[in-house]
């Protein structure tokens, strides 16, 4: 038997399946709905800051009060074994002259010992060795620069021959004070540049962005020529002034 229900029970039915039917599907959709971002606003690209690089150079220089002599010994004979005994005996005399000039030992330092045999060319066109060659050379730090003269004279008077006066070089025993200077002198000079640009630019000078140093550099120590030799008990030297150059780059803003 089939019921049928009044009209108006029948439509309050479908519309109750109706809400049902659309809170699932409300249901389903959200998730979806909540998983796409919210759209933001489109920020403005920040403005580049003006910079303006540059190098400066800086300049220090003091008298020296240090003279680094480079003396040796050297001498020839028949045989091997002749020679670098002549060598020695020069080499002792060398050294002895040297403490008598009140050097101290940690300021007398062997650079190179060598032993060479001699080559004579015979009438057939071939070499042959006649003899040996020994040699001994020295650096020396002469810490009262005003003695390097009376001691390059005292070399030659007691090596003789055998002695060799290869150079002379002033120098400064301790340059971080005056490498000191030059880096200041450097940094003002690249501080006043930078503003000088901000100031033809029309801006004003910002903070420091970076700061390098490149290698500092000591031009030309004034030197004696290689093989002088001392006739007189003291040669005369002119020690002049040490100078001291370095560089840095910096990096600063305009604003």
Do not use: C, W
Not at 13 to 38: I, K, Q
């Amino acid at each position: 038997m089939t019921i049928r229900l009044p009209r108006a029970a029948r439509t309050a039915r479908l519309l109750a399946a109706t809400a049902v039917l659309g809170g699932l599907l409300a249901g389903t959709a959200a998730p979806a709905l909540a998983a796409v971002p919210e759209r933001s606003g489109l920020r403005a690209a920040a403005p580049e800051t003006a910079t303006v690089t540059v190098t400066g150079n800086g300049r220090a220089s003091a008298a020296p009060d240090l003279a680094i002599v480079s003396v040796g010994v050297e001498v020839a004979r028949p045989t091997a074994k002749e020679a670098m005994a002549a060598q020695a005996t020069a080499a002792e005399a060398l050294l002895d002259v040297l403490r008598r000039q009140e050097i101290e030992d940690r300021d007398i330092r062997t650079d190179s010992l060598s032993l060479t045999p001699v080559y004579t060319q015979t009438k057939d066109g071939d070499s042959k060795v006649t003899g040996y060659q020994a040699a001994q050379s020295f650096s020396v730090k002469v810490r009262v620069i005003d003695r390097t003269g009376q001691l390059v004279g005292a070399v030659n008077d007691a090596t003789g021959s055998a002695g060799r006066v290869n150079g002379v070089v002033f120098d400064v025993a301790d340059p971080s004070a005056l490498r000191a200077r030059a880096r200041e002198a450097a940094y003002r000079d690249a501080y006043d540049k930078a503003a000088q640009h901000a100031r033809l630019s029309g801006h004003r000078l910002g903070r420091l962005v970076s700061l390098s140093e490149g290698e500092s550099v000591r031009p030309g120590p004034g030197a004696a020529a290689p093989g002088v030799s001392a006739d007189e008990p003291s040669v005369p030297l002119a020690p002049g002034e040490i100078e001291e150059q370095v560089t840095v780059s910096a990096v600063y803003e305009l604003v």
